[in-house]
């Protein structure tokens, strides 16, 4: 069973930048497709960005376009999202997930795996 931790969250200023990683164990994640969500206090959980199980293909949501980046390094098993002009709208718990059936989704009913999540606040 594939288990999956977050890391790189925190509490930063308008403007700044973070890097969240998504380490994997339990098994590999070449063949996964691999997503971010997240999700505000009172909130459902929103897509973010989803890669394919090769990395070339990449969807990212309307709201952090242009702003956020999804990448992966399948020889560290890790999945990033590098996220720069931060805003408070971007405060949220952010996850991520795999997906074995290896096709990047905008759908969190198509994700078998989910980490517990870290925190991102944007002060502004």
């Known amino acids: 069973q594939v288990q999956l931790v977050e890391s790189g969250g925190g509490l930063v200023q308008a403007g700044d930048s973070l890097r969240l990683s998504c380490a994997a164990s339990?098994?590999?994640?070449?063949?996964?497709?691999m997503g971010w969500f997240r999700q505000a206090p009172g909130k459902e959980r929103e897509f973010v960005a989803t890669i394919s199980w090769s990395g070339l293909v990449r969807s990212i949501a309307d709201s952090v376009k242009g702003r956020f980046t999804i990448s992966r390094d399948n020889a560290k098993n890790t999945v990033y999202l590098q996220m720069n002009s931060l805003k408070p709208e971007d405060t949220a718990v952010y996850y991520c997930?795999?997906?074995?059936?290896?096709?990047?989704?905008?759908?969190?009913?198509?994700?078998?795996?989910w980490g517990q999540g870290t925190q991102v606040t944007v002060s502004s």
């Open positions: 997930a795999a997906n074995s059936g290896g096709r990047s989704s905008r759908f969190a009913h198509d994700y078998d795996y």
């Open positions: 339990g098994g590999t994640l070449s063949s996964y497709a």
